[in-house]
């Protein structure tokens, strides 16, 4: 962990040393690992957005499955694998700016070791000194024995000249933790709202985690916003429901994160809240950025498909046309076998007894005569007028009869039995 955390070190000790200020050198830190971190969180914001697009489609499935929890999960996966989109990828590239957070931290609790650069005998030796002179008090227990290296590096700073026999370019190494009036080394503490002091700099260390809360909320709020700009159907048109059953989903997390924002800034040095703070308004400058950036490709998406639904609507709109052209044709009802001949022979018909019809009445008067001469030649479907519906020639009328109505066959005469001619009679 010691190698892992020698570049965050580095870079935080030469911003300090660039301009001698403890809390412009957080922000930038902030900011240049924001820069860093960029090409993962544009992948992280075009995965949510494309999740949001998602959102329609979610509820017609939703819609579509009822109470059947484990087929809607089943067509969820299916039908994120078929558009690419993989929820978790999101929430794990959003995970980064925490180990940084981490790694950050440890810098933050050990500044004589990664920031000053001391040894291990040096940090001792500075610390027996101020004990023993009663310049500082050290915890030797609970959460204050876990920061004692950045009262130590405080301390250091007010009383350069005493540890220069210990160190003696420590003018050098050593670091001034204010920023603002405010020493961001300090753990802040709620109970300042009862114990005070009721100081200008008392009350600027307790209002820092509740800026860094609020920062961390705000900035959710408005990332979610702009994912659900984006939340449209399969025509393309905005979809505010879809938006919001969205927002819903992201609700809890919503919550989560400014409360983790707040126990962190009571439960370590104000330092780490300067970097939560600045973290939260980059990330929203960056987060409008992409989604102005994605919002523009997404847009052509929804104008194709906005041209695609255009000419399937025209298509339908045609058919439609058509399908009532027909129904016109036949008030009695269309039937959907009618062949496509008999409607033309039909439309034809209908055309010639039309007043506006091509047939003159002469022309309309031998048509029908032929028709009628055709009917009459064919005398009947099958061409027997006692058997209209039959077909082919092993016809019997008594096939469906019961065996009780069947007319009784006549009785086989008894065959002869021929004479004997030994037979006396």
Known sequence: MHYVLIPFAWLLRMLYHLFNNYGVALILFSLITKLILMP???KSKKSMMKTSRLGPKLKELEAKCGDDKMKYQQEMQALYKKEGVSPMSGCLWSLLPLVLLMALYYVIRQPMTYLMQLSADQITQIQDYMTSSGLVELATSGRGSYYTEIVL?????????????????????????????VDLSQIPTWRWMFDGPYTLVGFGLFIIPVVSAVSQFASMQISQKLNGSVATNDKGEKDQDAAAA?????????????????????????????????????NTALDGVLTVHYKKVYDQEDEIKRERAAEEAAIEAEKEARRAERRAMMPEGANPNTSRRKIKKQQKLAEADTPEGKFTE????????QQEEKEKAKGGLSGDPNRPYSRGRAYDPNRYQNAGDLPEAPAEPEPETPEDPTDPE
């Not at 301390?155 to 933790?177: L, W």
């Not at 997390?253 to 939260?280: D, E, K, N, T």
Request: hydrophobic share 55%; net charge negative; aromatic share 16%.
């Open 40 to 42: 993962f969180t544009a």
């Open 153 to 181: 590096a405080q301390a250091v700073y007010d009383n350069m000249d005493a540890i220069k026999s210990i160190v003696p370019d420590i003018a050098s190494r050593a670091i001034d933790f204010h920023f603002l009036g």
């Open 246 to 282: 969205a927002a819903q989903s992201m609700k809890t997390m919503m919550y989560v994160m400014p409360l983790f924002s707040l126990w962190i800034g009571f439960s370590m040095p104000a330092a780490m809240c300067i970097y939560w703070i600045a973290q939260a308004v980059f």
């Open 362 to 369: 002469e022309e309309r008067a031998e048509y029908h005569r």
